[in-house]
């Protein structure tokens, strides 16, 4: 496992069923992803159109981040894209999931992830303000 | 943000040490390790009892074999132990759907009991009186005043049919065939409806006196397995139960919080009682979408996005019972469990309505200081309210502070109070404080 904290979380996120692909992202950039970087293999098919997708909803949590915007989701064919968006920031926890999947459980782990995510950040600037 | 790793949470007062524990690891033998440990090394003396939920995670990540074997590498020999899976839990740590926790009690003046019964699809009673008696061996001569069983019985499977798989959603031919190897699959290979009701309502009238506080064990509501554990032993299909008796305070409050809607008039219930066939003299599905102002395409293999919402209700002591659909049999509507009575109602699921019954419920106990609470909550609250369970999670906080307690998602719920009859439902909430 590499030592990126944050790679861990996705990892513990990608071994529950229902999470077909799972990394932080902003507009245009994915920041983080898991580990191993191997996505489910029926996303692949559709990865091409979801990016497109997701790059477009990044505008929009781009616009109301500020605002207080929490989640955002959209269904496209037979998944679901979902966004945990980082208080106040362009970035966001994505995952896409099964459109049949059973979200209500998967809402809370992400939930989980984003608020771990947000505390090993916070644990981050805080190093670098003492070290700087 | 609520902190575990390095965050005591325990009681410890006159009567009782009690300690909660959690595991997040994936790996079975590890999460059974930890979340043993993580509850002794807070307790000054050897737990009287120990409770012990789980997700189903671990059926794929070492087996629950190695689960309980791991909290048996940590937790003293004897220590009386049940538990079962669960969709998810909730404890003073926060909301989570994989992982595992458990609830470990000391109290010097307490006497425990552990009874466990078998073939809880095929044989409910005889199941329910094989785990009654053990339970009574063990306390009939206790001579403290307050008594209570916690209980965890398996839950319902979705069958698997040759050529048919595991649907929720059957039209046609299949339909028909599906009805009649239900009756089959339930006997013969135990998968079908829990009957959880029916070793309940045994357990409730042969121990009158008691507190119930039950939860219908499932994995994260695909329906395909769930476990139950009960000392050193894993198993599923059966029924598992803690008594004690000790003087200590309990008090139990329940709720569902949920609204009639609108009403279904002349309901004709399938022979084993587990569904509706006919709605006014029509069939009932059809029916049920006409009255909803639904179109059939609503009822396809994301069901419960929609049934979780709109319970079927029937009346019973003057108060509102739900069953959450399940399964769509050609036009027959199968339920969770069993229909009773003459009234039926569809009842309506509002988040807001949930979480302000949660907020009432919890502080009918006015209790400054519970030594430990528990509460079985149902499985489709947690599905529908999704991340709002957080607040869900804040009321019971706001309650509780830092004297431990544990809410499991179970599939089915139930709860009693001496001298009063069972109420077991779906949709619901039963919270049991000790203090």
Known sequence: MRDDPIANVLDDLLKLDDILACMVARCNMISVMPNNDSFDPSVNQVWDIIKRAMDDVFGVIREYSQAGLGEMEFRLQDFETLFYIFPDTENALVAIVPALANKGLIEVEMENARREILSIMEESEKQEAITA | ?435
Not at chain 2, 240 to 259: E, M, P, Q, R, Y
Not at chain 2, 368 to 387: D, K, V
Request: glycine share 10%; net charge positive.
């Open chain 2, 1 to 435: 943000m609520f902190y575990w790793k390095g965050c005591q949470i325990g009681t410890i007062n006159d009567n009782f040490e009690v300690a909660l524990g959690m595991s997040r690891k994936w790996d079975a033998r590890e999460a059974g390790r930890e979340v043993a440990r993580d509850v002794i090394q807070k307790l000054k003396r050897p737990p009287s009892f120990f409770l012990l939920f789980s997700t189903i995670h671990y059926e794929k990540h070492g087996g629950f074999e190695e689960f309980l074997a791991g909290v048996w590498d940590v937790l003293p020999k004897g220590t009386p132990l049940i538990g079962g899976t669960v969709a998810g839990f909730q404890n003073n740590y926060g909301c989570y759907c994989h992982g595992a926790t458990a609830l470990a009690v000391y109290n010097p003046h307490i006497d425990v009991a552990v009874g466990v019964g078998y073939n809880t699809k095929r044989s409910p009673k005889k199941a329910a009186f094989s785990c009654l008696k053990q339970i009574k061996d063990g306390l009939d001569h206790s001579s403290y005043s307050q008594k209570c069983i916690i209980d965890i019985i398996s839950g319902g499977l979705v069958p698997q049919m040759l050529g048919i798989g595991r649907k929720k959603v059957l039209r046609g031919m299949t339909s028909v065939l599906a009805l009649y190897l239900s009756s089959l699959s339930l006997y013969l290979l135990q998968k079908g409806i829990g009957r959880e009701e029916d070793v309940l309502q045994v357990i409730s009238d042969k121990m009158n006196d008691f507190y119930i506080l039950h939860g219908s064990s499932m994995d994260d509501g695909k329906a395909f397995s769930n476990f139950q554990f009960c000392n050193y032993e894993v198993g599923s299909n059966m029924a598992v139960a803690l008594g004690f008796a000790c003087d200590a305070h309990i008090s139990l409050f329940s709720t569902h919080n949920l609204k009639e809607s609108v009403s279904l008039p002349r309901v004709k219930i399938i022979r084993n009682g587990v569904g509706i066939r006919k709605i006014n003299n029509k069939p009932a599905l059809k029916e049920f979408l006409r009255i909803l102002n639904w179109p059939e395409e609503y009822f396809d293999e994301q069901l419960f996005k929609r049934t979780y919402f709109y319970p079927i209700g029937f009346k019973k002591n003057n108060q509102w019972i739900s069953r959450v659909i399940a399964i769509i049999c050609g036009n027959v509507m199968i339920t969770t469990n069993k229909l009773e009575g003459d009234e039926f109602a569809v009842l309506s699921f509002n988040g807001k309505d949930v979480l302000q019954g949660v907020t009432d419920t919890i502080s009918k106990h006015g209790i400054e200081r519970p030594a430990f609470g528990l509460i079985s909550s149902c499985a489709a609250r947690l599905q529908a309210l999704g991340i709002q369970s957080f607040q869900v999670h804040h009321e019971l906080y706001s309650y509780f502070q830092d004297h431990p307690f544990i809410l499991f998602y179970s599939g089915g719920e139930g709860s009693k109070k001496p001298h009063e009859e069972l109420y077991y439902g779906n949709e619901s909430f039963h919270s049991l404080v000790v203090s």
